[in-house]
T-cell receptor, first 110, second 115 residues
Framework: LAKTTQPISMDSYEGQEVNITCSHN???????ITWYQQFPSQGPRFIIQ???TKVTNEVASLFIPADRKSSTLSLPRVSLSDTAVYYC???????????FGRGTSLIVHP | EPEVTQTPSHQVTQMGQEVILRCVPI?????FYWYRQILGQKVEFLVS????????KSEIFDDQFSVERPDGSNFTLKIRSTKLEDSAMYFC?????????????FGEGSRLTVL
């Protein structure tokens, strides 16, 4: 499994755009990049997944450069309810066991 | 929207007692998982289950743990003789058949407190 590195914590303010970058230098050809969100005392929740370039859904955007050695989760105009831990996972699609690291603890301030 | 449901939401037990945590995965899903999260720590993989058998398990999943899918809807995790260090949130997850996304759908968790 490719190892991922992401900041331990980030702070932001309501209305700002937040970008969380994840490094995955050893990503394999078949690996997808997946981001989950976890609120305190709740299970992780899938946010977005991508393989290359850019993916956007109603919650976030995921930017993946051509070399795929990193990815950036972009949360537009965060609110207090976006305060959570965000996990970057890398694995080969449907056949791998999602393995969670420490994630990035995002705190959104009023 | 379909969801994974878990019961109980919180269980308190004495050390050495047996505990069964229950999960109802999303109905058309075929892959099932248990994870745990000790307070303040990472979400850790315990076991995956497919086609009525364990497909993978971690080092944490020792002989004290077992999983079962007794009927078409429930997926259970049993801890035979609980230890203090088993205190954690236990999350069940499921995944639909096919596809390449690997997206897991997690339940809200069962908090286990061992005294």
């Amino acid at each position: 499994l490719a190892k991922t590195t992401q900041p331990i914590s980030m702070d932001s303010y309501e209305g700002q755009e937040v970008n969380i970058t994840c490094s995955h230098n050893n990503i394999a050809t078949n690996d997808y990049i997946t981001w989950y969100q976890q609120f305190p005392s709740q299970g992780p929740r899938f946010i977005i997944q991508g393989y290359k370039t850019k993916v956007t859904n109603e919650v976030a955007s995921l930017f993946i450069p051509a070399d795929r050695k990193s990815s950036t989760l972009s949360l537009p105009r965060v609110s207090l309810s976006d305060t959570a831990v965000y996990y970057c996972l890398v694995g080969d699609g449907g056949s791998y066991i999602p393995t969670f690291g420490r994630g990035t603890s995002l705190i959104v301030h009023p | 929207e379909p969801e994974v449901t878990q019961t109980p939401s919180h269980q308190v037990t004495q050390m050495g007692q047996e505990v069964i945590l229950r999960c109802v995965p999303i109905s058309n899903h075929l892959y099932f998982y248990w994870y745990r999260q000790i307070l303040g720590q990472k979400v850790e993989f315990l076991v995956s289950f497919y086609n009525n058998e364990i497909s993978e398990k971690s080092e944490i999943f020792d002989d004290q743990f077992s999983v079962e899918r007794p009927d078409g809807s429930n997926f259970t995790l049993k801890i035979r003789s609980t230890k203090l260090e088993d205190s954690a949130m236990y999350f069940c997850a499921s995944r639909p058949p096919g596809g390449d996304t690997g997206e897991l759908f997690f339940g809200e968790g069962s908090r286990l407190t061992v005294l």
